[in-house]
């Protein structure tokens, strides 16, 4: 790295520069059973600062199920609405590229609460010998499996040339303190065979596209990307896919790279990380330890 890169006390040190926040959910907003409080207050904060132009925050999750249905997961969760102007997730952009394949009969790898995404779309849910694509939004079981438990299918799969669609690009997520396996790494292993694989969500453009139109929806005019930065707590995903985007980053440390950069349940203070971003192929432009004001 050429420079350092500064570690914030708060996202007020920086929220003057930008009128887009692109905002990741799991591991920064909640970590899968309750809020993260100081997050939800900082976008109210970010929201409500006052200028010559609005503030929004999109949040841009790699959730295999449609907005709406993340919405309900942070009401539960105690996220406030008011910390967010609107989401946009993987599962968004899954249903449009499953639209546009009508009758498509599909082989569904993942948990039964991912279904809805499928919901009211011109499909059939088939056996693995009737599919001619495959859409992939998770592990049956995602406590007790790992990508070995798929490779013979995956096998007969790529062998028959079939498509999958990855419905979540994450490798894993933190739920608690644990890291739970995501269809990422299904789709991974399924590259790996040789098969081919269309990615819906971070960090793939087209995420990032719907976002900004998203973000020029809400404020009535184009966004300008200098004035835009995506917060997440995953160097693959959040901020590789902010870095080929083109805009800003934050990096929320106390998230799923939380052991490697030594702020565990057991180390409270953020260290050092210029060694541990040093190896890393991409780089956020400022790190922080959790999303506060």
Not at 12 to 38: F, S
Not at 71 to 88: C, K, N, Q, T, W
């Amino acid at each position: 790295m050429t420079a350092p890169i500064p570690t914030l006390d708060g996202l007020a040190q920086v929220a003057e520069r930008y009128d887009l926040l692109l905002c990741d959910v799991w591991g920064v907003l909640h970590d899968g059973q309750k809020a993260h409080v100081p997050a939800g207050e900082a976008l109210i904060r970010f929201r409500n600062l006052p200028g010559p132009r609005p503030r929004r925050v999109v949040l841009v999750s790699n959730a295999p199920r449609p907005g709406d249905g993340v919405g309900r997961i942070l009401d539960r969760f105690g996220v406030p609405r008011e910390a967010y102007d609107a989401i946009l997730t993987s599962g968004d952009l899954t249903r449009e590229l499953i639209a546009g394949r009508p009758g498509a009969r599909i082989r569904h790898l993942g948990p039964e609460r991912d279904l809805g995404i499928f919901k009211d779309l011109d499909l059939s849910l088939v056996a693995e010998e009737e599919a001619d694509l495959v859409v992939c939004t998770g592990l049956f079981d995602d406590r007790s499996e790992t990508a070995d438990d798929y490779r013979a299918e995956l096998m007969r799969l790529a062998a028959r040339g079939l498509t999958m669609i990855c419905a979540n690009p994450d490798l894993v997520v933190e739920s608690g303190n644990r890291l739970i396996p995501c269809a990422g790494l299904l789709a991974a292993a399924y590259a790996e065979l040789g098969g081919t694989v269309i990615y819906a969500g971070k960090p793939h453009r087209p995420v990032y596209e719907a976002a900004l139109a998203k973000g020029a929806e809400l404020t009535g005019a184009p966004v300008d990307p200098a004035r835009v930065m995506a917060i997440g707590d995953a160097i693959r995903t959040d901020i590789a896919g902010a870095r080929g985007f083109g805009i800003a980053s934050l990096l929320v440390a106390r998230g799923i790279h939380a052991e490697e950069l030594g702020v565990s349940a057991e180390h409270h203070r953020l260290g050092d990380v210029a060694e541990w971003l040093g190896r890393q192929v991409v780089h956020p432009d400022a790190v922080i330890e959790r999303l506060v004001w």
